[in-house]
């Protein structure tokens, strides 16, 4: 087992143990979503290369459109009644993710 092995298992049990909401499919995009932060975590605290940070930024970015795309339809789909705060929760998360990366790249925001 390697030490990221190591930090995924611990992230999957700190997941389990906090944040699990009973649907496979939400629980599963959100521990993937946990361990893309973990792991730009890591290459922050390794001291990473700017490009490499970069590319956990965008992997960060667009896995979480993605994330939140599917999640949006199954609440629509399951008329979630607090839709409509959640949908705006994302879009506020991800034009912060989106300017962060843009600050990165532009060489305006190092990410320590």
Same mark, same amino acid.
């Given at each position: !087992? ?13 997941? %389990? ?6 649907? =496979?499919? /939400? ?12 792991? /730009?975590? @890591?290459? *922050? ?6 490009? *490499? ?12 459109? %993605?994330?939140? %795309? ?11 009644? &607090? ?7 994302? =879009?506020? &998360? !991800?034009? =912060?993710?989106?300017?962060?990366? =843009?600050?990165?790249?532009? @060489?305006?925001? *190092? *990410?320590?």
């Amino acid at each position: !087992m390697t030490p990221a092995d190591d930090h995924d298992h611990a992230a999957d049990r700190a997941w %389990e143990a906090e944040l699990t909401l009973g649907f =496979e499919e /939400l629980d599963h995009d959100h521990r993937h979503q946990a361990r893309a932060v973990a792991a /730009l975590e @890591g290459a *922050v605290r390794r001291g990473g290369d700017p490009l *490499v940070i970069e590319g956990f930024l965008l992997g960060l970015v667009e896995s979480t459109q %993605e994330h939140f %795309e599917s999640e949006q339809q199954l609440m629509q789909r399951w008329n979630y009644p &607090l839709y409509e705060a959640h949908a705006h929760s994302h =879009e506020r &998360l !991800m034009s =912060e993710l989106r300017n962060l990366r =843009e600050d990165h790249a532009a @060489g305006r925001l *190092v *990410v320590d």
